[in-house]
């Protein structure tokens, strides 16, 4: 019993240590790694990767439709007995006064020599004829037939047609390389966001935990001191505000809180992994380039996947426009045929005007196909046409959006950076005034209980600003990338 | 952070020693160190040792930060008004707080790192700019530092740190005008010393409850255990 429980603790242990190991392996990624991860692996892209394949085997398609087009047919049967048959032997003692009852050929006369008698009566022919022929003669399988059937068309001419054709498939892989980027450019900003959201409200939490924790020192510092001799002259009302601060504090925490469960799900979520970490790196800004505007909507025009998209969909919808009106005039092209077909208890008659279940034979003609409903052509050219034009001017009204996107991201991430520099420069000041609250304090010399609060709080609140700065700061140059398709 | 600058304001002070051939910012870089291996000897609290590294930190700290300097000028038209003897009593005062309030950060463990940068230097009068870097929590912190020396037959001498922003001798002055307009300078005086009683009650506090809690401890037999 005891080898039982003692074998059972080291199974509990063992799994203990698995378990523990498991956690301690939960992975943790740099933003590099981050992103190179979610590119890889995220459904989203992987779902665009497989339209970009899908769209080249379109594009495929389109290559190939200059190759002949075509089919091969061949069927095998039983056939029945259909065999010529020697005409009348007018020597013969008449009981047929017209020689109408044929006389079947001596055994061993071969087929071609059977057809080469004229093949003028046939079993078939006698099959009305119940006292000569029966059922037998054409339900019971006598032999075997097969067909082979080969036709081909090469294409010549087509007034334009594959070129269309191939010029959208071109326009349609363009728009699915686009989609692709547009994905994974996405989930890189969503990458992006995710890590320095995770970033910023952990540090928040340290900076309004550290903030709370010297609160309520202050607090029983002031409270004791003004149960004593109060030489600092405290009042109620200090006291009050440092309560208040406080509070507000600690609401400032519940809130940065939710943000770091908020930024680890999206983290877990785009990784696919549930125990998924960021590193430990410092939050810190990333550094841009410092461009101008016009530097960014230049590098749009090049490098956002949505501009290719659109420039992709317009001159997709130009070529669908040429090829509808192709499809109004004929295609020519150089048709190929050729048949082998046998019956082995089939015999054919030697005659052009029968159809003939023995033969082999082979043609070639240039052939022209034209539509005749151009009716319904014309129509279809008009839509074309109109499609042809909104999509043009839909291309210009999003490029136009996307100039605004670009204006607006500029100008937030430059109001993020000017504020991540003036809250830096104000929680530089703050820290020196609290600094110097706490040498006034030490030396004997303080001398206005508001001023403890103020500073103090004038500090965290700069603190916190100056990280949320941080962070705005990364994320609005992650979607000004975004929006310009830069990376 | 706090604790950062004072410890700056500490490596300040070791400069004095032997001082005389090095200019402003070479003397800050090599007596940095000094402070730097004196504050890594980690001696039991209230040992013998600890007696002796804060006394060490405090002679290195009298010595380098020209109180004397950073008195007369926080107190500026006032210190002409006050007897000898009154200036001599306000210099081992401040003295006395600003060395008990660096001591008290000696066991901090703070990481630090400390960035010299420009050194500017107009006949006996020197600047020399300096960033600390201080792991805190949430981000790290850079802490603009501005050492103002003058040189002495010594060597060059600290008689006032700016910290981002903050000057101490003018935060000094400020207050010292404060008090000596409202309350006149026996007011000061008094503050200042009632706050090194104060402290001393604190300690002497501390070290009773210490104490009772020792003997607390021998009597139920939990101590040490």
Not at chain 1, 65 to 81: A, C, E, K
Not at chain 1, 328 to 352: E, K, R, V, W
Not at chain 1, 390 to 411: H, V
Request: hydrophobic share 40%.
């Amino acid at each position: 019993m005891r080898t039982m429980i003692r074998r059972a603790a080291t199974l509990l242990a063992f799994s203990l240590a698995l378990a523990g190991a498991g956690r301690a392996d939960a992975a943790t990624y740099t933003l590099a790694q981050l992103i190179a991860k979610v590119k890889a692996e995220y459904p989203g892209v992987i779902a665009a990767r497989e339209a970009l394949e899908s769209s080249q085997a379109q594009l495929s398609q389109a290559q190939r439709l200059w190759m002949p087009q075509g089919g091969v047919d061949f069927w095998i049967t039983g056939s029945p007995n259909v065999q010529c048959l020697a005409p009348p032997d007018p020597t013969l003692p008449v009981s047929d006064p017209n020689h109408s009852n044929p006389h079947t050929y001596a055994a061993g006369v071969s087929k071609a020599e059977r057809e080469a008698g004229g093949c003028v009566y046939t079993s078939v022919v006698n099959l009305q004829n119940t006292a000569t022929g029966g059922l037998y003669d054409i339900a019971p399988i006598h032999g075997v037939a097969l067909s082979l059937s080969l036709n081909l068309l090469q294409p010549l001419y087509t007034f334009g047609k594959i070129e269309a054709a191939n010029g959208a498939a071109h326009a349609g892989l363009k728009a699915a390389k686009g989609q692709l980027e547009a994905a994974e450019a996405d989930v890189v900003f969503n990458a992006q966001r995710a890590y320095w959201g995770l970033k910023w409200s952990r540090a928040a939490v340290d900076v309004l935990g550290d903030g709370v924790s010297k609160l309520e020192d202050w607090i029983k510092r002031i409270d004791s001191a003004m149960n004593g001799k109060n030489p600092q002259k405290y009042t109620e009302g200090d006291l009050a505000r440092l309560k208040i601060a406080l509070y507000n504090a600690q609401l400032g925490l519940i809130d940065v809180r939710r943000a770091v469960v908020i930024a680890q799900s999206a983290l877990r979520v785009l990784t696919a992994d549930p125990e998924a970490d960021i590193d430990d790196s410092e939050l810190d800004n990333v550094e841009d380039g410092e461009h101008p505007v016009s530097f960014y909507e230049d590098q749009a025009r090049l490098h956002r996947p949505e501009a290719k998209m659109l420039d992709a969909a317009a001159t997709a919808a130009h070529y669908m426009h040429k090829l509808t009106l192709a499809q109004m005039l004929p295609d020519i092209g150089l048709a190929t045929n050729f048949n082998y077909s046998y019956a082995s208890s089939i015999d054919d008659a030697p005659s052009a005007f029968m159809s003939h279940m023995n033969g082999l034979g082979a043609s070639f003609a240039l052939v022209m196909h034209a539509p005749l409903d151009i009716g319904l052509r014309l129509g279809r050219l008009a839509q074309a046409r109109a499609d042809d034009r909104a999509m043009e001017a839909r291309r210009r009204q999003a490029l136009g959006g996307i100039a605004i996107e670009i204006d607006t991201a500029y100008a937030n991430h430059q109001e993020a950076d000017q504020r991540e520099d003036e809250t830096a420069h104000g929680e530089k000041v703050a820290r020196g005034w609290y600094n110097a609250v706490d040498q006034d304090m030490q030396a004997g010399l303080y001398t206005e209980g508001r001023e403890l609060t103020e500073a103090a709080r004038a500090y965290f609140d700069f603190r916190l600003r100056h990280l949320q700065a941080i962070m705005d700061s990364n994320v609005t140059l992650a979607w000004l990338e975004r929006t310009t398709g830069v990376e | 952070m706090k604790q950062a600058i004072l410890i700056a304001c500490v490596c300040v002070g070791a400069t004095a020693f032997g001082a005389t051939a090095l200019g402003p910012s070479a003397t800050l870089k090599e007596k940095n160190g000094q402070v730097n291996r004196l504050l890594k000897i980690k001696p039991p609290k209230g040992s013998a040792a600890e007696k002796k590294q804060k006394d060490d930190i405090k002679a290195l700290a009298s010595t380098l930060l020209d109180y004397g300097e950073l008195t007369k000028r926080a107190m500026a038209d006032h210190w002409d008004k006050i007897t000898s003897a009154q200036q001599t009593d306000l210099v081992t005062t401040l003295k006395e707080l600003i060395e008990r309030n660096y001591v008290k950060q000696l066991r901090s463990n703070i990481d630090y790192k400390v960035l010299y940068k420009e050194e500017n230097i107009d006949g006996d009068e020197a600047t020399v700019h300096s960033v600390v870097k201080v792991k805190t929590k949430g981000r790290d912190t850079d802490a603009d530092i501005v050492y103002k020396l003058r040189k002495v037959d010594a060597g060059w001498v600290v008689w006032d740190v700016v910290t981002d922003e903050v000057s101490l001798m003018r935060n000094y002055k400020s207050q010292f005008n404060r008090i000596i307009t409202d309350n006149g300078f026996p007011e000061l005086l008094k503050r200042m010393k009632d706050k090194l009683k104060q402290d001393d009650d604190q300690n002497a506090k501390d070290k009773a409850a210490k104490s009772g809690t020792k003997t607390a401890d021998a009597k139920t037999g939990a101590g040490g255990k």
